[in-house]
């Protein structure tokens, strides 16, 4: 069964009644929205409705924003993959944070170009995420230190990458080679065989990973029926042959 959009199982109380009433477009509850955001991080927690009603309190008053906090929510929002909440926090960021540093129109106010930074290089992590290049994605994060800075914040974020792309490999596949997995959850050896094993529940089979059945990747026949009546065919034959006037 699914969730409404603005579901949220670990919402304090205090949220989510600042969500459900008029101090949503407060501006003093802007950091506590921040804070919120911060026990996200430790706490392995997430609220995408919580994070987006702060990116618009940020719209509305720009000097209130902490870059700081914007990538965490970019962040969180990457370890909900295949859901588009990335792409639903880049459409409440300024337009100038989502160009490139080197084709910027105009000269940014300062800390601007730190964010744009963090925003283009969470960006191409989305983008191999959205393809399913898993590979490129781990050498990517361990190609530059800005990346280390960037998750430092969120807890676990490692782990729970690792857990949402073994949920997409789940429901593509029923087997899969060893070197290859290793490669998309960037794992070798006991560390590899314990994720695998404990964590997924999937059998390793030698040189071959084999995924429980499951409704999403269960090969199922489809069978196409066609109910056309022969009154119809007659008819489509008859005008075939009709003179035109």
């Not at 919580?50 to 940020?58: E, R, V």
């Not at 409440?92 to 730190?114: F, Q, V, Y």
């Not at 040189?207 to 059945?213: E, S, T």
Request: proline content about 5%; hydrophobic content about 40%; charged content about 20%.
């Amino acid at each position: 069964m699914g969730y409404p959009f603005d579901y949220a199982a670990d919402r304090p109380d205090h949220i989510d009644q600042i969500l459900n009433g008029l101090d949503r477009y407060n501006p003093e509850t802007t950091a506590v929205f921040q804070d919120y955001v911060m026990q996200q991080c430790e706490n392995q927690t997430y609220d995408c409705y919580a994070n987006l009603a702060l990116l618009k309190l940020y719209q509305f008053n720009p000097h209130l924003t902490r870059d700081e906090t914007i990538t965490n929510i970019l962040v969180k929002s990457l370890t909900v993959f295949p859901q588009p909440d990335f792409s639903l926090c880049l459409s409440l960021l300024p337009p100038h944070t989502l160009l490139p540093l080197n084709t910027a129109t105009s000269t940014p106010a300062a800390g601007d170009a730190p964010l744009s930074e963090a925003v283009q290089k969470l960006s191409i992590l989305n983008s191999l995420l959205g393809g399913a290049d898993y590979t490129s994605f781990w050498a990517t994060l361990d190609s530059d230190d800005l990346y280390a800075d960037l998750i430092a914040d969120v807890a676990g974020f490692e782990e729970l990458m690792r857990v949402r792309i073994a949920v997409t490999v789940s429901q593509a596949v029923r087997e899969v080679d060893r070197t290859i997995l290793e490669s998309w959850i960037n794992l070798q050896g006991a560390e590899f065989e314990h994720f695998v094993g404990s964590v997924c529940g999937w059998e390793i089979d030698g040189r071959k990973i084999r995924v429980p059945l499951n409704k999403e990747n269960e090969a199922k026949g489809t069978v196409v029926r066609e109910n056309v009546k022969f009154d119809q065919f007659s008819r489509l034959i008859k005008r075939a042959y009709e003179q035109p006037a």
